[in-house]
């Protein structure tokens, strides 16, 4: 390359680049992630010693992301088998697996860094959900300002507030950007406007590629996402052949086949897609039958109903509409579960975009019907005929015998509450076109305010308790007592340090074995105990100081142990028993 056309192509590139940081796609993005960081400015204030919500479920999912990192560094091989929960196996399909984001925990050891790692996650979470909603409303047919609309409605509904600590239920952004991305990749468009869009097989395949790695975050929001695929796949062929009618009564039904490259790009990526699902569910089969009582039957779903009215009651942490429905919410069982509020000013907004829509009337229509009838699966056995006509059919799909949780399709409700809500601002808008437009404009803005400010909450930070330092040299198997399956969550992320086979565990299973040894340890130490532990091969035993107040642990440094096969030292902050083998 010679010196003269060295600042042409400079030049080529700098304007390459100028545009690119211009498109549509680029702002949307920053604008999500500067979005995120404001909601979430709290999360990265002390980013390695606080997490969200609480210390217990963010500390689970914490390490879960760690030992992702951890077994692929070190043995692939076991990675469905955590070092938690010893010596019970598949302790990763105890609950949502967040395999999509194992890459992340190639970065960095031990517990500091689990904790970055997983509130860098939860912002980007925030993130890809404002995107990928806003990008699913422009594919659609929605002008900007709608579609930021539906980014913030979606991020911001209240009943997200009461899942703040569930990473998994909040990483939802790929179920929007992937949808984004097969309707791109497919042609729809819900507002034709001259010609048909061209369809576009590299979108297609990268939406299979998106929904494959939403899917392998977790089976609790990826299992619903799986039958909307399904539904929208049968949906879609269905169309196809009404429009088609002629062509397929006749000879000529190869030339309205769709072109041959986009059947390819749905072939493989649908086939990807499956397997992925398939290999997936392997461990999860195999939970089921090491421990049958894990499967979630009509009891269970009963006990996470909510009842109707907790479609219109918002988690205690918001902040305009916690204090004011705090009788309402006392009156549920399982609050977190049960407060399903999509927002007041969305629910508005849907409402009048029956009525005033750039939709056209079968979409609004199909918009209104696919809300109710996802409020009402998100019921359970509170639904029509006590969810035999809702949420209980769906037991009868495979996998669904795992999920005890049907509020959490409100998900898919909220969605299309969105879409309708943002078609009554785009109608909005529409009118003013030719006009001054600065009312509606303005309008608009309100609105996409409205919706932000009703979503607005008060999600504390909580320090995560540092380890004992003991932790990092005893002699493994071991065991760390009181053990709880929520105080056990702690445990497990202090056990990032190296990841040492340990007995304590918390997830949405109890194993038998490790119930077994909370049974067995409720009289430590004693002979029974001792030989229980002794058989499953824990070398060590110990008893934190600052948690054993109140229980049968607290006398742990003077209980006598003579005769039994044990040693003991005592530290400031914990008394270790060493099993001899």
Do not use: K
């Amino acid at each position: 390359m010679t010196a003269r056309h060295r600042p042409r192509l400079a030049g080529r590139a700098w304007a390459v680049l100028r545009r690119g940081l211009r498109h549509e796609w680029t702002l949307a993005g920053l604008a999500a992630v500067a979005l995120a960081l404001v909601l979430n400015r709290g999360a990265l204030a002390d980013p390695t010693r606080t997490l969200p919500r609480d210390i217990w479920d963010p500390s689970l999912v914490a390490y879960l992301i760690a030992w992702h990192g951890h077994a692929l560094r070190h043995d692939p091989a076991s990675l469905w088998h955590l070092n938690a929960f010893y010596p019970a196996p598949y302790g990763l399909a105890y609950s949502d697996s967040l395999l999509g984001y194992a890459p992340f925990g190639l970065i960095g050891t031990g517990p500091e860094a689990a904790l970055l790692r997983y509130n860098l996650i939860y912002v980007g979470a925030y993130a890809l959900v404002l995107f990928g909603g806003y990008c699913l409303a422009r594919q659609l047919g929605l002008r900007p300002g709608p579609a930021a609309l539906v980014g913030v409605a979606l991020v911001a509904a209240p009943w997200r507030l009461a899942q703040t600590g569930h990473l998994q239920v909040l990483s939802t952004g790929g179920i929007f950007l992937s949808l984004a991305m097969l309707a791109r990749g497919h042609g729809v468009r819900w507002r034709p406007e001259g010609s048909a869009p061209p369809v576009r097989p590299g979108w297609a395949f990268a939406g299979w590629l998106v929904a494959t790695w939403q899917l392998s975050i977790g089976f609790g929001v990826g299992l619903p996402f799986l039958y909307v695929l399904l539904g929208c796949l049968l949906g879609g062929v269905v169309v196809w052949a009404v429009r088609h009618r002629h062509d397929l009564a006749g000879r000529g039904w190869r030339s309205a086949l769709p072109p041959r490259a986009l059947l390819v790009a749905d072939g493989v990526g649908g086939l990807m897609f499956a397997v992925v699902a398939l290999l997936l569910a392997q461990p999860y089969l195999r939970v089921l039958e090491l421990y049958p009582y894990a499967r979630r039957g009509p009891a269970w779903v009963e006990l996470y109903s909510p009842p109707v009215i907790g479609l219109f009651v918002a988690p205690a942490e918001s902040t305009l509409w916690g204090q004011v429905q705090a009788q309402a919410r006392a009156a549920l069982t399982i609050p977190g579960e049960m407060t399903l509020l999509p927002g007041f000013v969305l629910y508005g907004l849907a409402l009048t975009g029956l009525f005033l829509s750039v939709w056209p009337r079968p979409v609004r229509v199909g918009l209104a019907v696919g809300a109710v009838g996802f409020a009402v699966l998100s019921l359970g056995t509170n639904g029509p005929a006590d969810g035999r006509l809702g949420y209980l059919a769906l037991l009868h799909l495979p996998g669904f015998e795992a999920i005890r949780t049907p509020g959490r399709l409100i998900l898919w409700a909220t969605l299309l509450l969105a879409l309708l809500g943002a078609g009554a601002v785009g109608a909005l808008l529409a009118a003013a076109r030719g006009r001054p437009a600065i009312v509606a404009r303005a309008a608009a803005v309100v609105a996409v305010a409205a919706v932000l400010i009703e979503g607005r909450g008060a999600i504390p930070h909580v320090p995560m308790p540092t380890a004992p330092p003991v932790l990092s040299t005893v002699a493994a198997p071991y065991l760390v007592l009181p053990t709880h399956e929520v105080a056990d969550m702690n445990v497990m992320l202090w056990s990032t340090d190296r990841f040492a086979p340990v007995v304590n565990g918390g997830s949405g299973l109890v194993p038998t074995e490790v119930r077994q040894v909370r049974e067995v340890v409720a009289t430590f130490p004693d002979a029974a105990s001792v030989a229980h532990l002794r058989r499953i091969g824990v070398r060590s035993v110990v008893v934190l100081r600052g948690r054993a107040a109140g229980t049968p642990y607290a006398d742990a440094d003077v209980v006598p142990i003579d005769g039994l096969p044990l040693t003991r030292a005592v530290y400031p902050d914990a008394v270790v028993f060493t099993i001899q083998p």
